[in-house]
T-cell receptor, first 112, second 114 residues
């Protein structure tokens, strides 16, 4: 597609439920990143995929968070047993060079 | 550890006035530096980037930034602000030896007075 696409744009979930957030990167971009934007923490790196290499998961805040990337394209970020502190905007970005990243519009997650 | 500091949380300028947003970074090597802009409810849009070469870089929407190694700074400037520039601005360091992941500053919110 023309840009990075994320779905849903908004998600409200009950505490304790699992959620899945989807990212469609720009076609041909081999690098894909997830970031979280929250009031208290600003913009934080979560996870990075590059081609077929093992992902860099160093930014995931707990083992409730996981992500996968299927076929080198679409990525899903899963949060299990959501907590209120997980409420944030989750941003996905992709890059062809690993240098200049293009961001999606984000998914606003609200845990009630 | 790598870090980015944007000292000004909120700045208000009059339309037509000049603008400078400050950014300081801490990084052990020559950094890749970026400025992004975020309008309410939107994702991040890249304004400009510095990788190497000329330390004054031009970006979109009339913005420019200057890399000063001696001051570890990468300040963003615009000679004449427009009301549509009101948004949040983020400075970031790209870790090219870690796949290009970005370390962001806390952001500066820009308001524009008519």
């Amino acid at each position: 597609g023309a840009g990075v696409s994320q779905s849903p744009s908004n998600k409200v979930t009950e505490k304790g439920k699992d959620v899945e957030l989807r990212c469609d990167p720009i076609s041909g971009h081999t690098a894909l990143y997830w970031y979280r934007q929250s009031l208290g923490q600003g913009l934080e790196f979560l996870i990075y995929f590059q081609g077929n290499s093992a992902p860099d998961k160093s930014g995931l805040p707990s083992d409730r968070f996981s992500a996968e990337r299927t076929g080198g394209s679409v990525s899903t970020l899963t949060i299990q047993r959501t907590q209120q502190e997980d409420s944030a905007v989750y941003l996905c970005a992709s890059s062809i060079t690993g240098l200049e990243a293009f961001f999606g519009q984000g998914t606003r997650l609200t845990v009630v | 550890a790598q870090s980015v500091t944007q000292p000004d949380i909120h700045i208000t300028v009059s339309e037509g006035a000049s603008l400078e947003l400050r950014c300081n970074y801490s990084y052990g090597a020559t950094p890749y530096l970026f400025w992004y802009v975020q309008s309410p409810g939107q994702g991040l849009q890249l304004l400009l980037k510095y990788f190497s070469g000329d330390t004054l870089v031009q970006g979109i929407k009339g913005f420019e930034a200057e890399f000063k190694r001696s001051q570890s700074s990468f300040n963003l400037r615009k000679p004449s602000v427009h009301w549509s520039d009101a948004a949040e601005y983020f400075c970031a360091v790209g870790l090219y030896n870690q796949g290009g992941k970005l370390i962001f500053g806390q952001g500066t919110e820009l308001s524009v007075k008519p």
